[in-house]
């Protein structure tokens, strides 16, 4: 199996099982499979239990209500929810991804809400993990970002360097880096991770990692531009 980053965030509990196309955007231009990463962001959005998902044309939108977030992958990926309902129907199921059964396991191991993944058209494969932390006490990118370095520490990348991103809705930074091939001799993965201190004192994270090198920060950064959070949960007033 190939290698994969794994940083044990604190799970939320998924009840609902996903397949992508199942949220699939109707709208216009959806269901082709031509779409690469680098076409551009369309002003449709996909309305799901208050989660709206801006998304590049055809592109499946994958809204989470239950967890509070949504994003899109390209046309073609898979994805499930990391429950023990959305892992037991793997059992019989036949992904096109390689190994996505085995990755997703994993994913879920180390905290993972989503795991989706696709195959491009060099033969690699790209996938992208969803998790939250909450209670973390984040509300600055100060704070987020001595978080990102105790990860990363945590995931032996003492040296690793941690970009603020600016504009962005919430607190949100971000981490680029290699993961080494599991096999001798194989080419490093290219990975970005992006944390968000999120309403309702969760901190996000979205794991985006690449077998094809080339497209990998155009790839990562249209799926970190589809990720959505719901609005914060108003208090009761008794």
């Not at 929810?81 to 990755?103: H, I």
């Not at 996938?127 to 600055?140: C, Q, Y």
């Not at 309403?199 to 589809?226: E, F, M, Y």
């Amino acid at each position: 199996m190939r290698s994969r980053p794994g940083l044990a965030l604190a799970g939320l509990v998924a009840a609902a099982v996903l397949v992508a196309g199942a949220c699939t955007d109707k709208g216009k231009g959806s269901g082709d499979a031509s779409a690469k990463p680098g076409s551009a962001m369309t002003s449709t959005t996909v309305n799901a239990g208050g989660i709206h998902v801006d998304a590049p044309k055809k592109w499946e939108t994958i809204p989470v209500p239950d967890l509070g977030f949504g994003l899109a992958v390209p046309p073609g990926w898979e994805a499930t929810l990391l429950s023990p309902q959305g892992l037991a129907t793997l059992a019989g199921a036949s992904p096109k991804v390689p190994e996505f059964t085995e990755l997703a396991h994993a994913a879920a191991q180390s905290g993972g809400l989503l795991y989706a993944a696709g195959v491009d058209d060099q033969g690699g494969v790209s996938d992208v993990v969803v998790r939250g932390a909450p209670n973390t006490g984040i509300k600055d990118v100060a704070g987020l970002t001595a978080y990102a370095k105790q990860l990363a520490q945590q995931a032996g990348r003492p040296n690793q360097a941690v970009t603020p991103v600016e504009g962005a809705k919430h607190p949100t930074v971000q981490m680029r880096f290699e993961v080494p091939g599991a096999k001798k001799g194989a080419k490093p993965s290219q990975a970005t991770e992006t944390l968000v201190a999120g309403p309702n004192n969760v901190v996000w994270d979205v794991t985006i990692t690449s077998d094809t090198a080339s497209i990998h920060d155009a790839l990562a950064h249209q799926i970190n531009g589809t990720f959505t959070l719901a609005a914060p949960k108003k208090k009761s007033s008794g």
